[in-house]
């Protein structure tokens, strides 16, 4: 059975740092972007941040300088390393990415992981 699985959240204050991981198991990273959304209770989902296979990085106007997004193949892994957190980042963060398996190869989103910045 393919999977994401998110790790890394936590409760910080704001201008803490938090690197998020992404590792896919059960199958391998596709070519296609891997994406970074978040969702925050009673809002609409929305793309952080995505990485291409050759490592070009797009980031949502509200992350850019803030957020770094980064890929490791060989280790299946995607990372989402986040700095000088606010309370507007409060969110559950989900990979989301197509994986490679023998049977087939199809998009999958992770579980999620909590990210809570207050003071």
């Known amino acids: 059975q393919a999977q994401l699985v998110e790790s890394g959240g936590g409760l910080v204050h704001p201008g803490a740092s938090l690197r998020l991981s992404c590792i896919a198991s059960g199958g391998t990273l596709s070519n296609y972007p891997v994406e970074w959304y978040r969702q925050a209770p009673g809002k609409e989902r929305e793309l952080v941040a995505a990485t291409t296979n050759d490592g070009t990085a797009n980031y949502a106007d509200f992350v850019k300088g803030r957020f770094t997004i980064s890929r490791v193949n060989a280790k299946k892994a995607v990372y989402l390393q986040m700095n000088n957190l606010k309370p507007e980042d409060t969110a559950t963060y989900l990979c989301?990415?197509?994986?490679?398996?023998?049977?087939?190869?199809?998009?999958?989103w992770g579980q999620g992981t909590q990210v809570t910045v207050s003071s």
């Open positions: 989301h990415a197509r994986l490679i398996t023998t049977r087939e190869t199809q998009w999958y």
